[in-house]
């Protein structure tokens, strides 16, 4: 059984930092493409950043470009999310998703994959203050 489990979120100052990590079990890490998610209430579910399975080729919404950072550690089973330079409209529930269907690559349109082929964690929730 697959397990995605997500931390690392928090309350922060606009201006601040926040690191969240994403560690999978019950499949091969470094076989899948990875990548986060974001909610925030009222609003439809937004597709933040996607990375291959070797962590080498990353993409990122237009509104993060240049403040957040992907990366993964295959060795630890493990993905990260480094938030900078954080804004109040980052404020969501952060969700890690592992890309069943990609053969390990994002590309295309990694962000409007059905859920169903996605595995999901439960959520790390992020606020931003102002």
């Known amino acids: 059984q697959v397990q995605v489990v997500e931390s690392g979120g928090g309350l922060v100052q606009a201006g601040g930092s926040l690191r969240l990590s994403c560690t999978a079990s019950?499949?091969?890490?470094?076989?899948?493409?990875m990548g986060w998610f974001r909610q925030a209430p009222g609003k439809e579910r937004e597709g933040v950043s996607c990375?291959?399975?070797?962590?080498?080729?990353?993409y990122y919404t237009a509104s993060v470009k240049g403040r957040f950072k992907i990366s993964r550690d295959n060795d630890k089973n493990t993905l990260y999310l480094q938030m900078n330079r954080l804004e109040p409209e980052d404020t969501a529930m952060y969700y890690c998703?592992?890309?069943?269907?990609?053969?390990?690559?994002?590309?295309?349109?990694?962000?409007?994959?059905?859920?169903?082929?996605?595995?999901w964690g439960q959520g790390t929730q992020v606020t931003v203050s102002s």
């Open positions: 019950g499949l091969t890490f470094a076989d899948y493409a």
């Open positions: 998703a592992v890309f069943a269907l990609r053969a390990g690559l994002c590309g295309g349109t990694w962000y409007d994959d059905p859920p169903e082929d996605i595995y």
């Open positions: 990375v291959s399975w070797r962590g080498d080729i990353p």
